[in-house]
């Protein structure tokens, strides 16, 4: 056994609070000082712009009064229908949701995705219950090697792992290496992400009439949601729904 796996053997079998004594639990958000590992403190929650009812049930944005009139999709489902068939997302991007995906994607922050996941878990029950498979937006190889590590993948596994359902992080393959979609037009980046993602032949049945949800940390105008279910679907998905951590964008109307 490492010296490292040691210790942390060592803490695992340590009471919660002599752990909390060695390492303070901190905000997920702030870094500020919380009362539980994992959790946001009350300024963090309150600055979160969680998504509720009433929403679009296709892109899953919010709207901004309840019309009272049912399920109403939102002017941009009606123009651009999505690929995929529902989406869900736990908060608006803005502020601290930006912040939590910064901290997990750019500081390397892999602990969050635990607290992240589970906020997930939560906005995304009702596709949950009517998916068969878990799959992660998967990273370029070459980024994959200069990251280190899926953000999406992080957030899949945590997901699947509290439902109980398989996690299929190589089904889909991006086999082009598409640059970041930040900073690019909205044309750009469904040019960007146009074909590049396709199912692995290999691992094709691990997909093939299964009910997928797709994981991403983010979703900005949908591209590489549609792109990665476009893939899926021609590789023998029976569906697609997807969750993310963050939405961009503001209520629908
Ligand atoms: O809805 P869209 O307009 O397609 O934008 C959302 C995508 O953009 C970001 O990824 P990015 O391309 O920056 O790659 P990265 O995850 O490797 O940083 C984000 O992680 C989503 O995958």
């Not at 993948?153 to 598409?178: D, H, K, M, N």
């Not at 949601?225 to 899926?232: D, I, P, Q």
């Amino acid at each position: 056994m490492t010296a490292l796996k040691a210790v942390a053997s060592a803490l695992r079998g340590l009471p919660r609070g002599v752990v909390s004594l060695i390492y303070p639990p901190t905000c997920a958000g702030c870094g500020a000082a919380t009362a539980d590992p994992g959790a946001l403190c009350p300024a963090c929650w309150t600055g979160l712009r969680l998504i509720e009812e009433p929403l679009c049930p296709r892109f899953g944005t919010p709207f901004a009064v309840d019309l009272g009139v049912g399920p109403l999709l939102s002017p941009r489902a009606i123009a651009e229908p999505p690929v995929f068939g529902r989406a869900r997302a736990v908060a608006l991007y803005d502020d601290v949701a930006r912040r939590l995906v910064h901290r997990l994607k750019y500081e390397d922050r892999l602990d969050l995705s635990g607290v992240m996941g589970r906020m997930m878990s939560a906005s995304g029950r009702a596709l949950i219950a009517e998916a068969d498979c878990v799959v992660p937006v998967p990273l370029h190889r070459w980024r994959l090697w200069r990251r280190r590590f899926n953000q999406a993948a992080l957030l899949g596994r945590v997901i699947a792992r509290g439902a109980g359902l398989p996690f299929e992080p190589s089904a889909l393959v991006r086999v082009r290496a598409t640059r970041s979609q930040v900073g690019l037009s909205r044309p750009a980046r469904a040019e960007n992400l146009s074909g590049a993602f396709r199912v692995d032949a290999a691992q094709a049945h691990r997909i093939r009439g299964r009910k997928i949800l797709l994981i991403d940390d983010v979703m900005t105008t949908g591209a590489t949601c549609n792109a990665a279910s476009r893939a899926l679907l021609r590789g023998g998905a029976a569906s697609v729904d997807v969750l993310t951590f963050a939405l961009v964008g503001d209520t629908a109307g």
